[in-house]
């Protein structure tokens, strides 16, 4: 974080902004100033099986179209949703200009925005993962 804010300074990048940690109870506030939610992997086999990060959710249940940043796409809740894009990880130039393109395309992001908050509420809610939980137990 450091050498990252070090390289802000330096190239005078007024866009870009550190935000200390936070508490849970205020991530959605943040996200409600966010266009689009970006989440990266590192390219690793164990994410062949899946994966579920809880900042990925939280993107989506904001009504943020993600940008995924993985591999594998095996139970892979945004192209299942369909509420944002599954790009290789470590492929930057990929990742800029689909952002140029979702800018100059917001009727692309509501849609996928819409799918995102829609596939959370469907299947992730606390409500639909209560009953699933109760379920099993009886």
Known sequence: K???????????????????????????????KANVGIHGFQDLPVFKWGV????????????????LLCRYT???????SGGG???????AE?????????AACPERCAEMSKKALAYVEQ???MKVLGQR??????
């Open 2 to 32: 450091n050498r990252l804010q070090q390289r802000v300074v330096e190239e005078d990048l007024a866009n870009v902004t550190f935000i200390d940690p936070l508490p849970k109870e205020y991530v959605p506030m943040l996200l409600q």
């Open 85 to 91: 894009m599954v790009l290789p990880p470590g492929e």
């Open 133 to 138: 939980f109760a379920a099993v137990l009886s």
């Open 123 to 125: 299947e992730h809610s």
């Open 52 to 67: 579920s990060p809880n900042k990925v959710f939280d993107y989506m249940a904001a009504g943020l179209p993600v940008l």
């Open 94 to 102: 990929t990742l800029a200009q689909i952002i140029t393109d979702l």
């Open 74 to 80: 095996h139970h892979n809740p945004v192209e299942i």
